[in-house]
């Protein structure tokens, strides 16, 4: 039986945890999972108790669990805290 996307994001997510790792890199975590699977996903990432960069384009998402966030657009790079509204 094969693994669908959102099953395999969730035992990477497991397997770094249960390894120790205190950082991750995450490029679009949550852009092909279904709504089932990104609930999960959403559940397991909140009880990871690390640091987690994360490239993302999900405002809810974002606001769910930045504590700081990195704009990078033609206006350059910029932090913003708090709140993203644009």
Do not use: K
């Amino acid at each position: 039986m094969e693994l669908s996307f959102g099953e395999r994001a969730r035992l990477t997510l497991v397997t770094f945890v249960v390894q120790g790792c205190n950082f991750l890199l995450l490029d679009e975590p949550i852009n092909h999972l279904d709504i089932p699977s990104r609930s999960r996903f959403e559940q397991a990432l909140s009880q990871f108790n690390g640091t987690v960069l994360a490239v993302v384009h999900d405002r809810y998402f974002i606001q769910r669990f930045a504590s700081e966030t990195w704009i990078l657009d033609e206006l350059g790079m910029r932090l913003e805290m708090g709140i993203i509204t644009e």
